[in-house]
């Protein structure tokens, strides 16, 4: 810590200067790095050239002629394909790694859609091919084709051959890219567990005995290290997939169900977010006999009204028994919803008057879905998705077949490795007949022109999800990257809220925010209810929490919170039993006390935040600053030039104040003149008369504030301070360490802040 008097010997007239002037170059530096970033932002943006359709690309490549013109086959296969035509292998490549088509190991992923859900034939007909099966289940099946396997056929006559034999066998009716769901959170008691309420339930003994929580999850990485601390002792932990070594989400979700829950057993269940994974991970829970499963991830593909292949799933869970408590998802600005919309007539969605791009503000990887209404099974509207950079180049497409045939679903969707920088959406009309909504998910980014409402996605649009959206736990208020309802088919969805940004051994000193800890808040909860009613079924469980919420935001459920913030009420009076076994018990009729409230009807839903009004604005992304690149180097320097200028002022300030206060400095003490050589003694014998004193007078200091004084004065031009009249003023001592004159009786300097011995005289 930096002491008074070093304080002050820092301000001076040098050190001020140079603060006020490296402040000032610095923001002469923002102004001008300011300039730079929106001069180029506010230019119009260049035209789009209308990419090249699969039909194009086969009269350019006769010899890929028949894949490209494949239905089954994802389009995704088709662009590496055709990257190898024009680049060769090192093209091929580069674009895989861009799309996310290759596995850990350096393998071609792909997902197998079949006809049936037995696959027990297909499966060695695969491994025998020499194509690795990683996960099989009902009907998707997800493989991983040796890179080798298929650059062997590159330069043949059939280069797609590989992928043609896919689409060959028998049951296969779709040859895809796996689309992996996504964690809902960014990166020690948390602070949660008060805030609900549930360290009175732990006082009251309820503490989730008895109870056996599914943690379905990405990634468990570093859990090891929290056993029998954040973790309970032991954990079962079992692996599906491809999945991350390095993914912790799923450890931090699982320490907030142990903190509520600290006595509820656990199950870790590591998967890699594709459906074939998903359904043997759930599979192996049922086979271990939980009784809630917390489900920290999201989708983005599906028509959202609870009919897709996941949502299914879990409602099959429900009627079993079983509570499912999911995320509702981090989709709320990341969320675009219009009409399509061409007024120039060129087939190019237009999202704002005049913009046919939607600007993409990401942090290295983009996952973008486009859907739109048409019929899951038989799509008949032909829409396509491109990526273009911000110089109108196009970086990445999707153009699968939407003809109306059975299988075709009304989907595009692009993953692509940006390095962060700025890339646009453009979505083009190839075979419609009428205009319809679109909707378009980003993963890993925030779109220009968001839409919060129907945001939600699957699996948390499951009639049988308990689904939860984010409040920030310090004051209640609503996550503004919270996913909101209402599900497409009109169904309230978030049904509840949950803290978030709460804080944890996993993430340390970042907060753990998004969906991703509010769901687990719930997860434990609902074991301690069970714990305290037994003969509870689970929309009990349910019901039991939507009845003991904190109305938030509009009076009555509403798409944001729910029903309201999670808050427990008073803990049961005794501890039941424990439950003889794993699965409910038979249900007895409630008693009156057991009974929670009745709830209150969902209908009509209201809405939290109404779609965004047009925003005007020339250039992409008008609609959001993206305080990214440029953008956040100029802000921060103009930050730390305006602290700097603001830091000189207040020493240029310190330093006037000095000047008018501190007193001139104390003349010098005279000194009498040299001694004249003797003079030799005079014949007479009487000596000389004595010279008369010619040592000049003193001056004299006003021993209150130590001003110079007049040697007739009587009061201190100064301090106004009267003078004694009997007696001459007196010359203050001073300072040993800075020479200031010393008020009577001090003990310290006002100068320097030194300790100086008392005058005494």
């Known amino acids: 810590m930096i002491s008074r008097r070093n304080l002050l010997l820092l301000i001076n007239r040098k050190t001020v200067t140079i603060v006020f002037a490296l402040g000032a170059v610095l923001i002469v530096a923002a102004v001008i790095t300011f300039f730079l970033h929106w001069r180029d932002r506010a230019a119009p943006p260049p035209e789009i050239t209308p990419p090249q359709s699969l039909t194009d690309l086969a009269e350019q490549y006769p010899q890929l002629r028949s894949i490209l013109a494949n239905p089954e086959l994802d389009s995704v296969y088709k662009e590496f394909l055709v990257a190898y035509q024009r680049g060769g292998d090192e093209a091929a490549r580069q674009l895989a790694q861009e799309r996310g088509m290759l596995t850990p190991d350096g393998d071609v992923a792909i997902t197998l859609v079949l006809d049936t859900e037995d696959n027990t034939k297909l499966v060695p007909q695969l491994e025998a091919a020499g194509i690795t099966v990683v996960s099989a289940y009902r009907d998707r099946i997800n493989v991983a084709v040796p890179l080798a396997l298929i650059e062997a056929h590159l330069e043949s006559e059939e280069p797609g051959k590989v992928f043609d034999q896919l689409t060959e066998l028998e049951h296969v009716i779709s040859v895809e890219l796996p689309a992996q769901r996504t964690r809902d959170g960014s990166l020690i008691p948390g602070e949660g567990v008060g805030v609900i309420g549930a360290d009175a339930w732990h006082q009251a003994g309820f503490t989730g005995a008895g109870l056996r929580i599914g943690v379905l999850d990405l990634g468990f990485a570093g859990h090891e290290a929290l056993l029998g601390e954040e973790l309970p002792d032991d954990v079962p932990l079992a692996t599906f997939g491809w999945y991350d070594d390095d993914e912790v989400h799923g450890t931090a979700c699982a320490e907030i169900i142990h903190e509520v829950a600290p006595d509820a057993a656990l199950l870790f269940a590591w998967y890699d977010g594709s459906d074939a994974a998903m359904g043997e991970a759930v599979d192996w829970m049922l086979d271990q006999g939980v009784d809630i499963v917390s489900h920290s991830a999201s989708g983005l593909i599906g028509p959202r009204d609870g009919s897709e292949w996941d949502a299914q799933l879990v409602d099959s869970l429900a009627a079993q028994g079983i509570l499912w408590v999911n995320s509702s998802g981090n989709e709320a600005l990341s969320h675009y919803r219009d009409v399509f919309t061409d007024e120039d007539g060129d087939g190019i969605h237009e999202f704002r008057p005049g913009e046919e791009r939607l600007a993409l503000y990401n942090n290295g990887h983009v996952k973008v879905v486009l859907m739109w209404e048409d019929d899951w099974e038989q799509a008949s509207q032909d829409y396509e998705l491109f990526l273009y950079d911000y110089d109108g180049n196009e970086l990445a497409s999707s153009q699968a077949p939407q003809s109306g045939e059975w299988g075709h679903e009304p989907v595009e969707w692009i993953s692509y490795a940006t390095n962060g920088a700025t890339v646009y959406a453009v979505v083009t009309a190839y075979e419609t007949d009428e205009p319809v909504v679109l909707d378009i998910f980003v993963n890993g980014a925030k779109v220009a022109y968001p839409t919060p409402a129907y945001s939600v996605c699957p699996p948390g649009d499951a009639v049988g999800s308990l689904t939860v959206g984010a409040a920030n736990w310090d004051n209640d208020s609503l996550a503004d990257y919270s996913s909101q309802g209402p599900t497409t088919d009109g169904r309230l969805k978030p049904e509840i809220s949950a803290p978030t940004g709460v804080s944890g051994a996993t993430y340390g000193m970042e907060d753990f925010h998004g969906t991703s800890a509010s769901c687990p808040h719930v997860a434990g909860t609902a074991a301690l209810v069970w714990q305290a009613y037994p003969e509870f079924t689970r929309q009990e469980v349910t019901d039991f929490m939507l009845a003991n919420t904190i109305d938030l935001g509009e009076v009555g459920p509403d798409t944001g919170y729910g029903y309201g913030r999670l808050q427990l009420p008073a803990p049961p009076a005794s501890v039941p039993l424990p439950r003889p076994t794993v699965t409910p018990l038979p249900q007895p009729e409630p008693g009156p006390t057991a009974t929670p409230p009745p709830l209150p009807t969902p209908t009509p839903v209201i809405y939290t935040t109404p779609t965004p009004p047009p925003i005007t604005g020339t250039g992409a992304g008008a609609g959001l600053l993206a305080i990214t690149g440029l953008g956040l180097v100029a802000g921060g320097l103009c930050c730390t030039g305006a602290g700097l200028l603001l830091a000189g002022g207040v020493g240029l300030v310190v330093l006037r104040r000095r000047g008018r206060q501190e007193p001139p400095a104390p003349?010098?003490?005279?000194?009498?003149?040299?001694?004249?050589?003797?003079?030799?003694?005079?014949?007479?014998?009487?000596?000389?008369?004595?010279?008369?004193?010619?040592?000049?007078?003193?001056?004299?200091?006003?021993?209150?504030?130590?001003?110079?004084?007049?040697?007739?004065?009587?009061?201190?031009?100064?301090?106004?301070?009267?003078?004694?009249?009997?007696?001459?003023p007196r010359q203050p001592p001073l300072c040993p360490h800075c020479g200031t004159p010393i008020r009577e009786g001090a003990r310290f300097c006002r100068s320097c802040g030194a300790k100086v011995k008392p005058d005494r005289t």
Do not use: H, W
Not at 682 to 699: E, L, N
């Open 667 to 728: 003349p010098a003490r005279p000194r009498p003149a040299p001694s004249a050589p003797p003079t030799p003694p005079a014949p007479i014998s009487q000596p000389p008369p004595a010279a008369p004193d010619v040592m000049p007078a003193q001056s004299t200091l006003c021993p209150t504030c130590g001003a110079s004084l007049r040697a007739d004065a009587r009061f201190c031009p100064e301090c106004g301070r009267s003078l004694p009249s009997a007696e001459a």
